[in-house]
């Protein structure tokens, strides 16, 4: 099993700043891809970021490229989502996600393990 607990969500003002922390334990960290996807109600859940294993490789949804950014540390367990230039559209619950896997995957399908979510507001 890994647990993973998000932080780091809140209010902010459109053009503004935040990033979201998702801590893992239970299981070697260094073993799963990371995601980040984000759900607004009324809307299915979406993919905004992944990174594999390594770091080695990103991916981001085109409507957030160039202004997210999608980190880990290793050693502590973390993955990160550094989100800048925020819009009113990036309004949703942000969710971390893990897969025991070499790749990328960017659908919610087959990620093995969730967080409860972070609440990310962004008024106009």
């Known amino acids: 099993q890994v647990q993973l607990v998000e932080s780091g969500g809140g209010l902010v003002q459109a053009g503004g700043s935040l990033r979201l922390s998702c801590t893992a334990s239970g299981r070697t960290f260094s073993n799963y891809a990371m995601a980040w996807f984000r759900q607004a109600p009324g809307k299915e859940r979406e993919f905004v970021a992944a990174?594999?294993?390594?770091?080695?490789?990103?991916n981001y949804d085109d409507s957030v490229k160039g202004r997210f950014t999608i980190s880990r540390d290793d050693a502590k367990n973390t993955v990160y989502l550094q989100m800048s230039s925020l819009k009113p559209e990036d309004t949703a619950v942000y969710l971390c996600?893990?897969?025991?896997?070499?790749?990328?995957?960017?659908?919610?399908?087959?990620?093995?393990?969730w967080g409860q979510g972070t609440q990310v507001t962004v008024s106009s």
């Open positions: 996600a893990a897969m025991y896997t070499l790749g990328i995957v960017t659908t919610p399908t087959g990620y093995d393990y």
């Open positions: 990174i594999s294993r390594t770091g080695g490789r990103t």
